[in-house]
């Protein structure tokens, strides 16, 4: 089994509604996003998956986030747009992609909210 990894980042304004605290108000990341793929047959030229398509799988997601304010956009007007739901929602739109029907499986996304702070979210845990 091979494991390919690749990242991303974008910035992005949020405040966390009901959140005890200063995240209550509006302020920004810079967030890194890591992204997981697995498989164990390779192509003609010995690669699971081009990296080249996995970062532009990514950054689709991303680029329609970057410096947004997230509570404003339609997957976040009902929830609160924390790293958990961020993570999901990367997971999710990107899971629906043609190349996770064949022979790769999206292992997990991972949202890096400061250097300090991170969020896994894998769907079969
Ligand atoms: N489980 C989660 N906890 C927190 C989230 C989150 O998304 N999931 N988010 C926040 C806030 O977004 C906040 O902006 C970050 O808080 P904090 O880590 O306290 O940020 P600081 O940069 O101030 O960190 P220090 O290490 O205290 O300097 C909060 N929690
Ligand atoms: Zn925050």
């Known amino acids: 089994m ?13 405040r966390l509604v009901d959140y ?8 920004g990341h810079s967030w890194t996003v890591e992204m997981s793929v697995s498989g164990d047959k390779l192509d003609n030229i010995g690669m699971v998956a081009d990296f080249k398509v996995l970062k532009s799988m990514l950054m689709e997601v991303l680029d ?5 304010y997230l509570n404003e956009l339609p997957q976040f007007k009902e929830l609160n747009p924390t790293a958990e739901h961020l993570a999901k929602y990367i997971y999710e739109t990107i899971e ?3 190349l996770f029907k064949t022979n790769c499986k ?3 996304i ?13 769907k079969d845990a």
Request: net charge neutral.
């Open 110 to 122: 991972k949202v890096w909210e400061s250097p300090k702070a991170a969020v896994i979210y894998r």
């Open 2 to 14: 091979f494991e390919l990894v690749v990242n991303g980042a974008f910035e992005a304004a949020h």
């Open 106 to 108: 999206l292992n997990y």
């Open 96 to 98: 629906a992609n043609d």
């Open 20 to 27: 005890p605290g200063k995240c209550n108000r509006l302020h």
């Open 64 to 68: 329609a986030m970057d410096h947004q």
